[in-house]
């Protein structure tokens, strides 16, 4: 595959596909969370080297406004895709054809000249086939998530469908964007992608969001003052894993050498990737048969500045996923100097130092994890600290300006500085 030529430097403007997910509604509540992160970035990266950025989101709202500003030369355009509600996921597929037809409207009527096209997860995938076809532009897409790998853990909520589309970007000739390297031989190996059609951008994470910070504050007001704090973030689904770590905090409870009690926060909200209704209220029931219920909290969704606060809180985040192509969560929380106990899968073993930044957990057993949460909990006072900066070192080496730097050439525009002082292209 020959790389795209490089535009000259003016009003280009890449356009983003994201049906399913808007960059701008809150993270951690239904189908929003990583993607949404990953999009929001990454045009907000692109304005401040100068590229415009039209992300185009299925309209969820009937007021919802057509177009909303989300930075310097980026804006969020809704679209009518099937009724204006949010919708369960397995009726979105549905909405893919109306949608496909009111970008294509959008475009036309708007005559703005794009650079790029760049489609975000299955979705979103066939739109991105059509529409290149008919722009003459580069088409790049993102999976976030592979169909052949979850269906390997015996997760297909999707059905036949999804990989039925993912196997269709790969043979149209989409310039795959990986999360990493592992990602990549999944492609190749479940999907038949050559390895010149993929490229590698690791994700990168908000070091001025995310940083060390005084959270006592928040302790306070949380009434955790004397507390050691376990923490989940991210979507209650059974691919994320929390019943493991249920069962883990449980087991924990009886383990020597604790400092006082500690509390298990879970931030994050059910949503209908493969969430059974009600899942919220069956882990509260889980965790009152457990014994649990004065030490286990839900609070649902949160806006990125108090995440941040609750990553500064957390003793240790956790996150039992069956699978994940990179873990925002992981990363978000070690720039926070907060080490993070984590399954062995995935992007997770990227992110991830073991043994130095927190710990990987290979299997599913509740007892390992509440071993390595054990570990992060009593560790002497110089230890926790150097994993701490350890933590923070590792977060040090993502960061969204790398991610662009990949992506700038893909998209067909040469490198160039950003904005802001300092930073490079």
Request: aromatic share 6%; charged share 20%; with cysteine.
């Amino acid at each position: 595959m020959t790389a795209p030529r490089h535009q000259a430097h003016g009003d280009e403007t890449v356009a983003f596909l994201s049906l399913h997910a808007s960059p701008l509604a809150r993270l951690g509540k239904r189908e929003n969370g990583g993607l949404s992160v990953y999009v929001r970035a990454v045009c907000e990266e692109l304005g401040a080297r100068g590229v415009h950025t039209d992300v185009f989101v299925r309209r969820t709202d009937p007021d919802q406004p057509q177009e909303q500003a989300m930075g310097p030369r980026s804006r969020v355009i809704a679209v009518d895709a099937g009724p204006p509600r949010a919708l369960p996921k397995h009726q979105l597929p549905l909405t893919r054809d109306s949608y496909l037809y009111s970008v294509q409207s959008f475009i036309k009527r708007s005559q703005r000249h794009y650079v790029a096209l760049h489609s975000h997860y299955w979705l979103s995938a066939d739109a991105g086939a059509a529409l290149t076809a008919g722009l003459g532009v580069p088409w790049l897409h993102t999976a976030h998530t592979l169909a052949a790998v979850k269906a390997e853990l015996g997760f297909d909520g999707d059905g036949p469908e999804r990989l039925i589309s993912e196997r269709r970007a790969v043979a149209a000739g989409a310039r795959l964007v990986a999360n990493t390297s592992a990602e990549v031989q999944a492609l190749m190996g479940r999907y038949g992608a050559e390895a010149s059609q993929c490229v590698v951008a690791p994700p990168g994470v908000d070091l001025v969001q995310f940083q060390p910070r005084d959270p006592n504050r928040l302790r306070s007001r949380l009434g955790l003052e004397r507390a050691q704090v376990v923490l989940f973030a991210g979507r209650l689904e059974p691919l994320k894993g929390p019943d493991t770590l249920l069962d883990a905090f449980a087991i924990l409870q009886g383990q020597q050498g604790l400092r006082g009690r500690v509390q298990l926060l879970f931030v994050g909200e059910a949503s209908s990737e493969g969430a059974r209704v009600g899942q919220r209220q069956e882990m509260q029931r889980r965790v009152e048969a457990l014994g649990l219920d004065e030490s286990v909290s839900f609070l649902g969704a949160q806006p990125q500045d108090r995440l941040a606060l609750l990553y500064c809180l957390a003793d240790v985040v956790v996150m039992p996923s069956h699978t994940e192509s990179f873990g925002l969560v992981a990363l978000e929380a070690q720039a926070c100097g907060t080490p993070v106990v984590a399954a062995a899968v995935g992007g997770l073993r990227d992110v991830i130092s073991d043994r130095h930044t927190g710990y990987l957990v290979s299997g599913r057993d509740p007892e390992r994890y509440a071993e390595a949460i054990r570990l992060v909990l009593t560790a002497a006072p110089d230890a926790a600290a150097q994993m701490r900066h350890s933590a923070w070192r590792r977060a040090q080496r993502f960061s969204w300006e790398r991610t662009v730097d990949v992506l700038m050439p893909e998209y067909g525009l040469a490198p160039r500085l950003a904005a802001v002082a300092g930073r490079q292209a």
